[in-house]
Nanobody
Framework: QVQLVESGGGSVQSGGSLRLSCAVS????????MGWFRQAQGKGREGVAA???????TYADSVKGRFTISQDNAKNTLYLQMNSLKPEDTAMYYC??????????????????????WGQGTQVTVSS
């Protein structure tokens, strides 16, 4: 079993920054594919960024150049650095893991192939 717990969300003004963290407990492996997705109120799920087990990353076009995904395997933690935040970034952000296909990124949707674990989410609110 893998447990994912997100933290770091909050309310910021447009142009501000936040860093989200995802602590992974249970059995953690650097062979996993890990990612972040978000869901705004009344909208569908959107892949934000993902990182494969070889370090390859993918980002949604809407966040390229502003968000950076990274991981610290020694700390079993995934991060999402979010800069130049915009009101349209307001959403619940979820951390997720694909423990079975760690190499497989879906570049078109900025996600791992198929998440089989995810956290409870952390809210990000950006005001104009």
């Amino acid at each position: 079993q893998v447990q994912l717990v997100e933290s770091g969300g909050g309310s910021v003004q447009s142009g501000g920054s936040l860093r989200l963290s995802c602590a992974v407990s249970g059995y953690y492996s650097s062979r996993y594919c890990m990612g972040w997705f978000r869901q705004a109120q009344g909208k569908g799920r959107e892949g934000v960024a993902a990182i494969a087990n070889d370090g390859t990353t993918t980002y949604a076009d809407s966040v390229k150049g502003r968000f950076t995904i990274s991981q610290d395997n020694a700390k079993n933690t995934l991060y999402l650095q979010m800069n130049s935040l915009k009101p349209e970034d307001t959403a619940m952000y979820y951390c997720a893991a694909d423990t079975e296909r760690g190499w497989w990124l879906l570049q078109s949707s900025a996600q791992c192939r198929e998440y089989n674990y995810w956290g409870q989410g952390t809210q990000v609110t950006v005001s104009s």
